[in-house]
């Protein structure tokens, strides 16, 4: 089973700051990696996949990098809607495997 | 829009059962991949099983195979998890999740969960 340790667990940061998550696989997974926003009460939200497309709706103040074991997710000037906990998943081998996540949150 | 409700969790006995239901709306339900997710509090997702678009095919993860079945009815835009033999350790949130129609398994659409107890 493939481990993804994210990190750091938590981000504190001013809102129109960067902010600049990493998501690290056990073993290679290609580009095959999605990246989730989870708010309290509401369901996660789809935000990138295969490492660098952004989803349906995705504003492009968020953008995914990364191949092979080193993926980035980067929010280019946080919102206060952005402060949430974000998820890495890959999905090159079985069993799906997610991160532990990171939170993001108000300096 | 795509909408995935979950419902029948709840409080359940060491060893009980519980059935829990996803009903779908928004897209064609019979021509997806649908599948189960789980999270503790403070811990990171958990993929519990997987269904194929006509039911015929079904995945699961170690730690259920055995005591969760995965199902749906098209006809009726709803998925399923039968839980039997619950443990303490199955005690989380559950996600119903609608698997991409684009290359790849990932998951695109997410349920806001039902919370499943386990605990005597």
């Known amino acids: 089973e493939i481990v993804l340790t994210q990190s750091p667990a938590t981000l504190s940061v001013s809102p129109g700051e960067r902010a600049t998550l990493s998501c690290r696989a056990s073993?290679?997974?290609?580009?095959?990696l999605a990246w989730y926003q989870k708010k309290p009460g509401q369901a996660p939200r789809l935000l990138i996949f295969?490492?660098?497309a952004r989803a349906t709706g995705v504003p492009a103040r968020f953008s995914g990098s990364g191949s092979e074991t080193e993926f980035t997710l980067t929010i280019s000037s946080l919102q206060s809607e952005d402060f949430a906990i974000y998820y890495c998943?890959?999905?090159?081998?079985?069993?799906?495997?997610f991160g532990g996540g990171t939170k993001a949150e108000i300096k | 829009e795509v909408q995935l409700v979950e419902s029948g969790g709840g409080l359940v006995q060491p060893g009980g059962s519980l059935r829990l239901s996803c009903a779908a709306s928004?897209?064609?339900?019979?021509?997806?991949?649908m599948h189960w997710v789980r999270q503790t509090p403070g811990k990171g997702p958990v993929w519990v099983s997987r269904?194929?678009?006509?039911?015929?095919?079904?995945n699961y993860a170690d730690s259920v195979t055995g005591r969760f079945t995965i199902s749906r009815d098209n006809a009726k835009n709803t998925l399923y998890l039968q839980m039997h033999s619950l443990r303490a350790e199955d005690t989380a949130v559950y996600y119903c999740?609608?698997?991409?129609?684009?290359?790849?398994?990932?998951?695109?659409?997410w349920g806001q969960g039902t919370l499943v107890t386990v605990s005597s």
């Open positions: 928004g897209f064609t339900f019979s021509n997806y991949w």
């Open positions: 999740a609608k698997e991409t129609d684009l290359s790849g398994n990932f998951i695109d659409h």
């Open positions: 998943q890959q999905y090159n081998n079985w069993p799906l495997t």
């Open positions: 073993q290679s997974i290609s580009r095959n």
């Open positions: 295969g490492a660098s």
């Open positions: 269904i194929k678009s006509d039911g015929s095919l079904t």
